[in-house]
C-alpha cells in the first residue's frame, strides 16, 4: 500500500492484523530502486519475524539482499574493480540502488568496510544520497490484475461479487 509519510525518513513498514491480510505500507516517493529493497525487507520481516521490532533490521536486511541480489548470481559477474560507473552498471542489471550495491558488495566480501566508505563519500559528493542516476522504470504489479480479470472472464464474477469477496477477507 503506498503512502505519503508524514517524515521523509520512512520508507515502508509491514503490519500483521488480527483477522486480515498482512500489509506492507510503502513510501509512495521512492525510487523503483528503494522501493524493491524496501519492499524486499518489509516482506523478510512478515516471512521471518513472530514481532515486528527494529531488533530484527539486520536479518532482513540481509534477506532482502540476498532475494534482490543473490550471492550466487552476483559473484560472478563482478569482474573489475568497483567504481561509481560500475555501480551504475549494477544498479540497472540488479534494479536495486548504488548505495545497497555497495553494502552487498562488503557482505559478499568483494570489498572492505573501508572502500565501501570511500564509495559512499564520493556518491555523497555527487549529490547522490537520495537521488542516483540511472533511472530504472517503476515495477506494475500484475498478478492482481490477472486474477480479476480471470475470475471476471472465465468464472463469471460481477464486479459486485468480487467487492463482496474481497470484504469477507
Known amino acids: 500500500?503506498?503512502?505519503?509519510p508524514p517524515v521523509p525518513e520512512f520508507?515502508?513498514?509491514?503490519?500483521?492484523?488480527?483477522?486480515l491480510p498482512a500489509c506492507i505500507f510503502v513510501a509512495r516517493h521512492q525510487p523503483p530502486?528503494?522501493?524493491?529493497?524496501?519492499?524486499?525487507h518489509e516482506l523478510a520481516h512478515l516471512v521471518l519475524h513472530d514481532d515486528l521490532h527494529d531488533d530484527n533490521e539486520a536479518?532482513?536486511?540481509?534477506?532482502?539482499?540476498?532475494?534482490?541480489?543473490?550471492?550466487?548470481?552476483?559473484?560472478?559477474?563482478?569482474?573489475?574493480?568497483?567504481?561509481?560507473?560500475?555501480?551504475?552498471?549494477?544498479?540497472?542489471?540488479?534494479?536495486?540502488?548504488?548505495?545497497?550495491?555497495?553494502?552487498?558488495?562488503?557482505?559478499?566480501?568483494?570489498?572492505?568496510?573501508n572502500q565501501a566508505t570511500r564509495l559512499y563519500q564520493e556518491m555523497s559528493?555527487?549529490?547522490?544520497?537520495?537521488?542516483?542516476?540511472?533511472?530504472?522504470?517503476?515495477e506494475v504489479p500484475q498478478l492482481l490484475?490477472?486474477?480479476?480479470?480471470?475470475?471476471?472472464?472465465d468464472l463469471g464474477y460481477t464486479s459486485e461479487e468480487l467487492a463482496s469477496l474481497l470484504r469477507e477477507i
Open 59 to 113: 536479518e532482513a536486511h540481509e534477506f532482502a539482499a540476498e532475494l534482490l541480489v543473490p550471492r550466487a548470481d552476483f559473484v560472478p559477474t563482478l569482474h573489475a574493480r568497483p567504481s561509481l560507473s560500475l555501480l551504475l552498471t549494477l544498479k540497472i542489471t540488479w534494479g536495486v540502488s548504488m548505495w545497497a550495491l555497495v553494502r552487498r558488495l562488503v557482505d559478499v566480501e568483494r570489498i572492505t568496510p
Open 1 to 4: 500500500i503506498e503512502v505519503d
Open 145 to 153: 490484475r490477472e486474477v480479476v480479470t480471470a475470475m471476471r472472464r
Open 33 to 40: 530502486d528503494r522501493r524493491r529493497f524496501t519492499l524486499a
Open 125 to 138: 559528493a555527487r549529490g547522490w544520497r537520495k537521488s542516483e542516476p540511472g533511472e530504472l522504470r517503476p
Open 11 to 19: 520508507d515502508g513498514c509491514a503490519y500483521r492484523a488480527p483477522h
